[in-house]
């Protein structure tokens, strides 16, 4: 599959998508939501791929969706066509582990989209922020859902109402990034974590991932028990007997995935 708004290439069992519009700092435009979903699908459907890294540039992850593009449409137009943020969610449903490497502005719809991700690895250089406020909009990618889950009311209040945006550090102290490396050891450094996710046994991450997520959708005591329920389900695997196994003898596990 040849694309014209992103690069794809894999490296090892991971997937890497690089969002490249650099004149727009990525602005996330149809065409771009729309490659980026063909490309997750590609990743999804190869076995050998066990995690999938986003990124962007230098500059930026992404400044936000295509103000341009929007800039003209009706309600019916974006009513009508449930305008892109439904595609979106293409990364949210993803079943294999996804990480957004951002550096650069993470700003708008590019913010949301890293929210999508499993986890945000951030470098020391990143901006995250919700400016729709100051373009007359909202967020309309999950902003005000997702962002308020991760760091709070009263941050997010701000950041939605203000479109202020906070850097690196103030993005790892609320909790929005897992963690902030020096901007060039970026893209390693997600793949080396992405690698390392790759090579464990693939449906126990998928349980993982799963039973984590629940902790966004449900009551604490439904997501316990889901939790349980999940974790009881590992044992029916062969790749549970083989890890416990490969402890008490000393040595590697080798992974069936199975
Ligand atoms: C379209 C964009 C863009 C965007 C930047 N560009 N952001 N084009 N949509 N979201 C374009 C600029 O028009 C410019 O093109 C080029 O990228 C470089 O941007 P500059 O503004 O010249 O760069 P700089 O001065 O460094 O400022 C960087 C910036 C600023 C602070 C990130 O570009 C900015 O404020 N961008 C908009 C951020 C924003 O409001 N995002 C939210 C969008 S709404 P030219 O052709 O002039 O060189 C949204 C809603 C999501 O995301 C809801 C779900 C759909």
Known sequence: MSYETILVETRGPVGLI????????????????????????????????????????????????????????????????????AKWEQLAKCRKPTIAAVAGFALGGGC??????????AADTAKFGQPEITIGTIPGAGGTQR???????????????????????????????????PAAELIEEAVKVATKIASLSQPIVAMAKEAVNAAYETTLAEGVHFERRVFHSTFATEDQKEGMAAFAEKRQPVWKNR
Request: include cysteine; proline fraction near 1%; glycine fraction near 8%.
């Open 112 to 121: 949301e989209l890293a929210m999508m991700a499993d986890f945000i690895l």
């Open 147 to 181: 962002l308020t889950r991760f760091v709070g009311k009263s941050k997010a209040m701000e950041m939605v109402l203000t479109g202020r945006m906070i850097d690196a550090a103030e993005a790892e102290r609320c909790g929005l990034v897992s963690r902030v490396v």
């Open 18 to 85: 690089t969002l490249n519009r650099p004149k727009a700092l990525n602005a996330l435009c149809d065409q771009l939501v729309t490659e980026l979903g063909q490309a997750l699908d590609g990743f999804e459907a190869d076995s050998a791929i066990g995690a999938i890294v986003i990124t962007g540039s230098e500059r930026a992850f992404a400044a936000g969706a295509d103000i341009k593009e929007m800039a003209g449409f009706t309600y019916m137009d974006v009513y009508t066509s449930n305008f892109i943020t």
